[in-house]
């Protein structure tokens, strides 16, 4: 069984990477390794919203846009943008229209999960430097920034405090 496409392609289980709700729309969003992102409506109707499942970098608008692999999304619920976790290294943003455009190309290693702060700072999960990175969405003048030397976390250094903290049996 897989997730029916308005095109009748369908996206086995193993391939689907990520999942998102998103507040403003009440859609869930996915992801995965089909190259597009899925829009699926509270009535249970599926979309291509972005991505034409072929594999590429194009910034384009909606389906016109190509990916690698797709592992994570999140929404800013302050705007409806959108961030995808693009495995070939880059984070992709879509407004709510559907434009899609790399925002970070530089600094990643296979991202491989998303997260938004109360801040609005954006959290990425980058499985090739093993390590969770931040980027503000917007500096004052409205570009974003990312530095990978000092915005980062070892995920060791996470995984050990939390372990600390749990108790044992």
Not at 132 to 152: N, R, Y
Request: charged share 20%; hydrophobic share 40%; net charge positive.
């Amino acid at each position: 069984a897989g997730l029916p496409t308005p095109e009748g392609y369908a996206a086995p289980v193993d391939k689907l990477y990520g999942i998102y709700y998103d507040a403003r729309s009440g859609d869930l969003l996915t992801c995965g390794d089909f190259r597009r992102v899925t829009r699926v409506a509270p009535d249970g109707r599926v979309s291509a919203w972005l991505g034409s499942g072929a594999a590429g970098t194009n910034d384009a608008i909606g389906t016109a846009a190509t990916f690698a692999s797709l592992w994570a999304t999140v929404v800013d619920q302050t705007n409806g943008d959108c961030y995808i976790a693009d495995y070939n290294s880059m984070v992709r943003k879509a407004t709510a229209g559907g434009s899609v455009t790399t925002w970070i190309s530089a600094g990643l290693n296979l991202p491989t999960g998303l997260a938004m702060d109360g801040r609005r700072n954006l959290w990425v999960c980058d499985h090739g430097s093993k390590m969770l990175k931040s980027a503000p969405l917007a500096s004052a003048a409205g570009i974003a920034t990312f530095d990978a030397s000092t915005a980062s976390i070892k995920a060791s250094e996470k995984i050990q405090r939390g372990s600390a903290a749990r108790r044992q049996p």
